[in-house]
């Protein structure tokens, strides 16, 4: 089977964990733990695009908010 994150033949969902972060996973896979649906649920362009847009700090959520508590 040829890679599943990379068909785009294939329905995704857009996930976030905890710390913030995104991931495109393909919908006929359960969402691991940890992870949650957010976003749309289509085609691999239409999900990454709202990845884009929407995911616009790289660090962890935690790294974030240790580094906002240390500034004046």
């Known amino acids: 089977m040829a890679n599943p ?4 033949d294939l329905t995704y969902r857009v996930l976030v964990n905890d ?14 733990a ?3 649906e957010v976003g749309p649920t ?3 362009e239409v ?4 990845i884009d847009a929407n ?6 959520k ?3 908010e240790a580094n906002s ?3 004046p």
């Open 62 to 64: 935690s790294l974030g």
């Open 69 to 71: 508590s240390r500034e």
């Open 5 to 8: 994150f990379e068909s785009d």
């Open 34 to 36: 940890g992870w949650a």
């Open 19 to 32: 710390e913030g972060q995104h991931s495109l996973w393909p919908s006929f896979r359960p969402t691991p």
């Open 47 to 50: 999900c990454l695009a709202w």
């Open 42 to 44: 289509g085609n691999r």
């Open 55 to 60: 995911w616009t700090d790289m660090r962890p």
